[in-house]
């Protein structure tokens, strides 16, 4: 039987370009970089601390050795806030009594029956090698419970930016009940009327990405939701692709209506992302690869960016699914290949137990934010716009949170009532 696919390789696909797809969604104002990469050597240590510390964990091994050679010091600077107190925790846990203790040790070892000269060197080796076993020990057993919240931005980079003047097409809050596994999602559309920074500047909620990157992102976040963020990763299309790609690809059923616009789609991601695809010849059941994956969750051209986040989140879903049953070498694969095309606070560390039990996690339910909406201009801006901010609010923690109680700052009461102001929507 002939195949008739129609094979792309990137370049120059342009039949096409008729439809409008081509440059659609580049910002004029984004300079065309390229945020530095890891070297050879690094993406070596990388795929070396992963083997390593995977064998520890599957041994069960807790020796301060082992923890030691897994542990990569983090710059408590660059931490989200929950992250820094998590640190600061820690740090404060350990007692001059510890230090004392470690100290002792280190003199049994250097010092001496024999009379030798007591090293202080040693001394100071014992100290790190134990606080780095406790931290990584805390850190471990303080992820087996609570909630783990992560803020995870996809941006329409063209040239594998993934910091500021990048447009995050992709705002997703992805809540880890760490006892469960469950996985709750929730979009954060992109259109949505927010305050973007601290100097009072409402827009866009992706333009906060666009100027800031995902610190000032996760301000906004944080600030127009009041959930506190403990992690963060950004995606660029092609991050996404090389992962569906290792994981097998995805089984997904495509309407008619999104058949008639995914290959033009399909032809663009190729272009953009540098990996060959070939477009799909029907609609109903297909066998997606990275790049249709990724051009199936980029659809938006029949329907509305609601309907998009459901497709992103569909898209997850399966990946995750995918991901449940994959081996430790494709894990670790996926790893090798996706770490150095993101940008993220997440450690080789961080993710161990979930390397380790991925079994365990599922996707449960999913939403959109905000929940109670309208679509109107303000200004020169087509935006989504809250209804009220501070409701939305309460119905994200009770969706996120459930078990927990919670009353809206007075900073997003304040954000709230000029979100109103601005729009002359208190109700729908």
Same mark, same amino acid.
Do not use: W
């Given at each position: 039987m002939t195949d008739n696919r129609h094979d792309l390789q990137p370049g120059n696909n342009n039949e096409y370009a008729e439809e409008g797809i081509e440059g659609r969604h580049r910002n004029p104002r984004a300079?065309?970089?390229?945020?530095?990469?890891?070297?050879?050597?690094?993406?070596?240590s990388i795929q070396n601390s992963i083997e390593q510390s995977l064998s520890v964990y599957e041994k069960a091994d807790c020796k301060a050795e082992h923890y030691n050679k897994a542990y990569k010091p983090v710059n408590t600077e660059e931490l989200p806030y929950s992250r820094k107190?998590?640190?600061?925790?820690?740090?404060?846990?350990?007692?001059?009594a510890d230090k004392n203790t470690a100290a002792g040790a280190a003199d049994d070892i250097a010092g001496s029956k024999s009379?030798?000269?007591?090293?202080?060197? %040693?001394?100071?080796?014992?100290?790190?090698?134990?606080?780095?076993? $406790? @931290?990584?020990?805390?850190?471990?057993? #303080?992820?087996?419970?609570?909630?783990?919240?992560?803020?995870?931005?996809?941006?329409?980079?063209?040239?594998?930016?993934v910091g500021k003047d990048a447009l995050s097409d992709v705002n997703i809050l992805a809540r880890v009940d760490m006892a469960t596994g469950e996985i709750k999602l929730v979009s954060m559309y992109r259109d949505t009327y927010t305050m973007i920074n601290s100097d009072g500047k409402f827009h866009k909620l992706n333009e906060a990405y666009f100027k800031g990157g995902p610190e000032q992102a996760i301000w906004?976040?944080?600030?127009?939701?009041?959930?506190?963020?403990?992690d963060y990763a950004t995606f660029n299309w092609?991050?996404?692709?090389?992962?569906?790609?290792?994981?097998?690809?995805?089984? %997904?059923?495509?309407?008619?209506?999104?058949?008639?616009?995914?290959? $033009? @789609?399909?032809?663009?991601?190729?272009? #953009?992302?540098g990996i060959g695809s070939y477009q799909l010849e029907h609609a109903g059941m297909n066998h997606l690869d990275g790049v249709q994956a990724v051009a199936y969750a980029r659809l938006r051209l029949m329907d509305t960016d609601y309907q998009r986040t459901e497709r992103q989140r569909k898209v997850i879903g399966l990946a995750l699914e995918k991901a449940r049953n994959a081996d430790y070498a494709t894990l670790c694969s996926i790893l090798t290949a996706v770490?150095?095309?993101?940008?993220t606070s997440v450690t080789i560390d961080d993710l161990l137990p979930f390397a380790k039990n991925i079994s365990k996690y599922y996707i449960g339910e999913t939403a959109g934010f905000p929940f109670d909406r309208q679509g109107m201009d303000v200004g020169k801006l087509d935006c989504v716009v809250p209804v009220t901010l501070e409701s939305n609010a309460v119905k994200l923690h009770e969706f996120l949170y459930p078990d927990e109680s919670y009353t809206p700052s007075s900073q997003l009461k304040e954000i709230s009532d000029k979100i109103i102001s601005a729009t002359g929507l208190d109700s729908l």
């Open positions: 300079p065309r970089r390229r945020t530095a990469g890891i070297n050879k050597e690094e993406l070596q107190a998590e640190k600061g925790a820690f740090e404060n846990s350990v007692t001059e009379g030798k000269k007591k090293h202080p060197v %040693l001394k100071t080796l014992l100290v790190i090698v134990v606080c780095c076993a $406790a @931290f990584l020990g805390y850190r471990f057993f #303080s992820m087996q419970s609570g909630y783990y919240t992560v803020a995870v931005f996809g941006v329409d980079s063209r040239n594998g930016n906004a976040v944080e600030h127009n939701t009041d959930v506190k963020v403990d092609k991050a996404v692709a090389d992962t569906i790609n290792i994981l097998g690809g995805v089984d %997904l059923e495509i309407t008619d209506k999104e058949f008639k616009y995914i290959n $033009a @789609f399909i032809t663009e991601t190729v272009n #953009s992302t770490l150095p095309q993101i940008n």
